[in-house]
């Protein structure tokens, strides 16, 4: 395959799992049917429902189900009928049929409830149970006085209830078990489940908050369990493609008779589609081990003291659980691992080429990926190969890019819990503490989330549309400072903004907050914003945009002690912003009280480059929805922008900037003649100071802004923006090539498209 056929990258976009369409049929109520007796016994001193919730709690599974009893017919269809029943278990014991009778009445009376028999393993039940009719039961299990059978039983029906959606439109993955011992499934079906669920904790941490961690963990593998030869087939050829591995007895039914080589037709089966496929063969029949070994499987003997052991580290290395394991091609050992995405991002760096080429030929990086719920990446590693590439350079730098892209898109939308271990700077959006985000975050957040859902940010080739990075300190954050310090009253009664700043800048900030800021700082590289966002402002009928402070700090990395103590410093300005007194009287006007307006801070990247020793960007501006005052052909509904050059205190603050219908972005009235070019455009510009010693404690949060004439901006920042007046022909030619008067016209963009602005 050439190059060219790979998937390109720049405009590949990644779809959305939707974890909350997962597992939506649940186990919320079990009836039990059996003597008083056998439910004392289940219950072990009237504890089933502790025990099971505990194993939910433990496991961070949520909806344990209730369990009721019923020792009567009579009482079981009462409560069938009287009750939402999600499941069935009947006890059966030797020498009684009573409990397929309740059985049968069960299934033509509620078809919709799946059935489950427990029973005691023993000879005799054994012989009495060959001559029994089990239409009306689903599932037969053996009961051995651990009361993780239960939680094995309530998984394995909520995954054959589950199957069509989950796995068949969405993508989870799966785990075929091919045994027809009651005794040995019931023994396998807890110990993978244990290890499913603690795979899902594990990649819970994949996720950027605690809603989308509890979400995930619907994105666990799935286990199918077949007990003929031709269900194990027909479940294979259905859901291969979405299987992590297979487990199988070697011998089963085949055709309506016990086959003894059954497990071996199987493994031969799958190995013909795929050489590298998992496939685990037990048996009690240790001569097996010889036949599996040809066939390239592994193989378990049921007899062995540590069955279970190896049962569980079978599946933690090959059927991509746990860490991912990268191996040396030749020794098979392990050279390094992957804890998560991140890491296993860095670890593709670090790998020799043939480690490399090892694990992509065998496609562990899309299995592993799919074991830890995160479909869109695997589904985009399933389809490239290694001779997709013309070198192991060019793989890695596909996969690296793609993860990249991945983690990007993941968290774009998303209010991620602040993880200092974890922080990047692929977290778009993310929150310190656990309060309100205020105003502004609330509106930031929504534009990112807004941004995701309708595809904007690759909408233009070459352009990515996105908020920049940002962290939110909640208002539970203001609350811990305001209390602590007991600032509230005093600060309320202050009537010199100076004394207000001088008394709030000589408190300190939470020493947890501390801490998070330390990791924020060590993964940003531009200046920061340190924004306002009062849960009052934004507000639809009484906005509070403009009153409290917005202070931006200079961030080059070489002292970073330094630059926390800015920024700290700059926190607690904007704290001390929200008790001047033009902030008092605005609340005062509006009719709100002072502890109405708790107080989050936005930190936030600034846009643009560096110019000598300046920060500025390019572009910046106020776009509104509703034109209040057209000219000419522009209509109210077209909106209305003000584009400036350099950082936006120039549009907000009032400044003479381009006004823009973007409905007609080649028709500006201040560019109507070049009298009006030179008269009606910007003058000045607005940057930041990057010398750190230009910030200070002042109640002017513009301290360390520097108020710069055009003519003093820097000629490459100048080329996209500008346009030069022609003094001798008396005309403005666009771009910056002739000597003369640089103007502020935006013309290369606005005219001549050069950036999709409009």
């Not at 039961?137 to 009961?143: E, K, N």
């Not at 502020?744 to 409009?758: G, H, Q, V």
Request: hydrophobic letters at 40%.
């Amino acid at each position: 395959m050439a190059l060219s056929n790979l998937p390109d990258l720049k405009s590949h976009v990644f779809v959305e799992t939707p974890f909350d369409n997962l597992m939506q049929k649940r186990i919320g109520k079990v009836l039990i049917i059996c003597s008083n007796y056998d439910f004392y016994m289940l219950e072990e001193d009237g504890r089933i429902d502790e025990i099971i919730f505990n194993e939910y709690v433990g496991l961070n599974l949520r909806y344990p189900p209730v369990f009721v009893h019923a020792n009567t017919a009579a009482k079981a269809h009462r409560l069938l009928k009287n009750g939402s029943v999600d499941l069935v278990v009947v006890w059966l014991t030797a020498g009684s049929r009573a409990s397929f009778e309740i059985s049968l009445e069960i299934r033509n009376g509620h078809p919709q409830v799946p059935i489950v028999a427990l029973t005691h393993y023993s000879y005799e039940l054994s012989m009495h149970l060959v001559d029994e009719d089990f239409s009306a039961i689903d599932l037969i299990f053996h009961w051995n006085g651990d009361s993780n059978i239960f939680l094995a039983i309530i998984k394995i029906v909520e995954d054959r209830m589950n199957l069509e959606n989950d796995v068949v439109n969405i993508g989870v993955q799966a785990i075929l078990l091919v045994e027809d011992s009651i005794r040995y499934y019931s023994t396998y079906l807890p110990i993978i489940y244990r290890l499913i669920f603690k795979q899902s904790r594990a990649f819970m941490h994949e996720a950027l908050n605690e809603h989308k961690r509890m979400l995930r963990m619907r994105g666990r593998p799935k286990i199918l369990l077949a007990r003929t030869y031709e269900e194990a087939e027909a479940l294979y050829d259905e859901h291969k493609l979405n299987l992590l591995g297979v487990i199988s007895d070697i011998s089963y039914p085949r055709g309506g008779e016990k086959d003894d080589a059954a497990g071996f037709r199987l493994a031969q089966k799958i190995k013909r589609d795929d050489k590298y496929f998992p496939v685990l063969l037990q048996s009690s029949n240790f001569n097996n081990e010889t036949r599996a070994k040809e066939l390239k499987v592994g193989f378990l003997y049921k007899n062995s003291p540590t069955l279970s052991i190896e049962l569980r580290g079978f599946i933690n290395q090959y059927f991509a659980f746990g860490d991912f394991e990268f191996k040396d091609s030749r020794t098979r050992e392990t050279v390094t691992t992957a804890a998560d995405l991140k890491g296993l991002q860095l670890r593709l760096q670090e790998v020799s080429d043939d480690t490399l080429k090892y694990h992509i030929i065998r496609n562990h990086f899309s299995k592993w990926l799919k074991a830890r719920a995160l479909f869109g990446l695997a589904d985009l590693f399933y389809t490239v190969h290694a001779e997709d590439f013309e070198s192991t350079t060019q793989v890695r730098q596909f996969l690296t890019e793609a993860i990249v892209r991945y983690r990007k898109y993941r968290s774009s939308g998303i209010i991620a819990q602040f993880d200092r271990a974890r922080y990047d700077e692929y977290v778009t959006f993310s929150r310190i503490g656990e309060g309100a985000l205020g105003g502004k975050g609330r509106g930031l957040a929504f534009i990112d989330s807004f941004i995701k859902k309708h595809k904007l940010s690759t909408r233009f080739e070459g352009i990515n549309i996105s908020i920049p990075r940002t962290v939110v300190l909640s208002t539970s954050v203001y609350d811990e400072f305001m209390e602590k310090h007991q600032l509230m009253a005093h600060l309320s009664e202050l009537t010199d903004d100076q004394e207000v700043l001088r008394v709030v800048v000589k408190q300190s900030l939470p020493e947890w907050v501390f801490a998070d800021l330390r990791a924020f700082l060590a993964s940003v590289k531009k200046p920061i914003a340190v924004r306002s966002s009062s849960v009052l402002e934004d507000s639809h009928y009484q906005p509070f945009a403009g009153i409290f402070s917005t202070y931006m700090i200079p961030h080059d990395g070489t002292n970073p002690e330094q630059t926390l103590r800015v920024l700290c410093d700059a926190i607690r300005s904007v704290y001390a912003s929200a008790f001047f007194n033009t902030s008092k009287a605005y609340v005062k006007a509006t009719a709100h009280s002072m502890d109405e307006g708790k107080m989050a801070i936005i930190l936030q990247e600034v846009t643009g480059s560096a110019y000598d020793g300046v920060f500025f960007p390019q572009i910046s501006g106020v776009a509104r929805s509703i034109n209040f005052y057209p000219i000419g052909h522009e209509k109210a509904s077209d909106g209305i922008a003000h584009l400036g050059f350099g950082l936006g205190r120039i549009t907000v603050g009032g400044g003479q900037t381009l006004r823009v219908s973007p409905a007609h972005p080649k028709h500006i009235l201040q560019l109507s003649s070049p009298a009006s070019s030179l008269r009606e455009t910007q003058k000045h510009f607005f940057g930041l100071d990057l010398n750190p010693e230009s910030f200070s404690i002042s109640t002017d949060d513009g301290v360390n802004l520097r108020k710069l004439k055009i003519t003093e901006a820097p000629q490459d920042a100048l080329q996209s923006v500008a346009s030069t007046y022609d003094l001798q022909n008396n005309i403005i030619r666009p771009g910056t090539q002739i000597k003369g008067k640089r103007l502020i016209t935006f013309e290369n963009i606005l005219k001549y498209d050069s950036l999709p602005l409009a």
